[in-house]
């Protein structure tokens, strides 16, 4: 949570084929969105390319399909730039599955899988006494006190708290 994207291997990735120098293809599958539109899966487009290699980002960020015939190293180069994000100000903490393949042009590839941990970070609840910005602006509110006068409001109607990790203080 609030800490960017993360990258998918540790730097020591490998595509290899037994019987062949080239890969066709590649996949990268966010198998388990659990917060939807705020997780996503990100790759370095441009290196694909110069590698002959097209990328594609499904719309919804959680599927990369890679295509173009690349070396190994090539291939390996481009899928070490896999990278995933969670921009959910209260995430779901269960760990999250991407799922890797390669294809020859004949075979698929055994199935790779890295394993994200996600830790949520308790947010700081926010009070906000001019939550229409009525009066002062901002979170804060203005009003004026006479001596020997009736008590003043602090805030008006328009106080808000708020706390983006849960419903309750």
Request: glycine share 10%; charged share 15%; with cysteine.
């Amino acid at each position: 949570e609030g800490g960017g994207a993360v990258a998918l291997n540790d730097g020591d990735i490998r595509v290899t084929d037994a019987d062949g120098t080239t890969i066709q293809s590649a996949t990268v599958v966010l198998a388990n969105p659990l917060d939807g539109a705020s997780e996503i899966l990100t790759i370095n487009a441009t290196l694909a390319t110069g590698f002959g290699i097209t990328a594609v980002v499904a719309g919804d960020g959680h599927s990369i399909s890679l295509s173009g015939t690349a070396s190994h190293a090539a291939y390996q180069a481009v899928l070490g730039t896999v990278r995933y994000n969670n921009a959910s100000l209260d995430p779901d903490t269960s760990d999250r599955t991407i799922d890797f393949a390669v294809n020859d042009g004949v075979l698929d590839s055994n199935v790779a899988t890295a394993t994200v941990t996600v830790d949520a970070v308790n947010q700081a609840p926010v009070v906000d006494l001019d939550f229409d910005d009525s009066s002062a602006g901002g979170l804060d509110a203005a009003a004026t006190f006479c001596a020997q006068h009736a008590p003043v409001a602090i805030g008006g109607p328009d106080i808000d708290v708020t706390d983006v990790d849960g419903t309750t203080l």
